[in-house]
């Protein structure tokens, strides 16, 4: 690859990681910071990052949009596919009957995962339709705030 090609997608993966926090998710970037979030009690909407296209036209704007609801999760974090390996690979041991999906969401209780959006549920949708399925989750399974 050359030197251009790098330089460009370490823009396409800041933009990626700024976007996410800048809507409220923290990051997750080693095992142990998996370990330690999906340990707490409560809800957690685990957004699992990437740089295709579907991730930052649909995924991360229904990540930032679904989350201003009356019921949301304790928890907002994200692992990042291709980039935060380990911290990625230990996030997906959790999701269990679940094959690798990346842009997805999970949503846990208390590191137990209660239901998932996977990457065909977001790939070719428009970002409203991911919005409605994460809130549905969140009547689901989550508190008012």
């Known amino acids: ?16 990681r700024q976007e996410i926090v800048a809507a409220g ?14 340990a707490k009690e409560g809800t957690t909407l685990v957004m699992v990052n990437s740089v295709c296209g579907c991730a930052g036209g649909i ?10 609801y009356d019921k949301r999760p304790d928890h907002l974090v994200t692992v990042f596919a291709g980039q935060d390996k380990e ?11 679940y094959p690798p999906s990346s842009p997805s969401f999970a ?3 208390d590191g137990q995962l209660l239901t998932m959006v996977e990457r065909h549920e977001i790939e ?7 919005v409605t ?11 008012e705030v």
């Open 124 to 130: 070719g949708h428009d970002p409203m339709s991911v």
């Open 25 to 38: 998710y923290t990051e997750l970037t080693t095992p142990e910071d998996v370990e330690e979030t999906f």
């Open 87 to 97: 911290a990625t690979a230990r996030a997906r041991e959790f999701f269990v009957g």
């Open 133 to 143: 399925k994460l809130q549905e989750a969140f009547d689901k399974h989550c508190e």
């Open 59 to 68: 995924a991360r704007p229904a990540a930032a949009h679904s989350v201003h």
């Open 1 to 16: 690859m050359n030197m251009d090609f790098n330089l460009f997608m370490n823009d396409v993966v800041r933009q990626a």
């Open 107 to 109: 949503l846990l209780k």
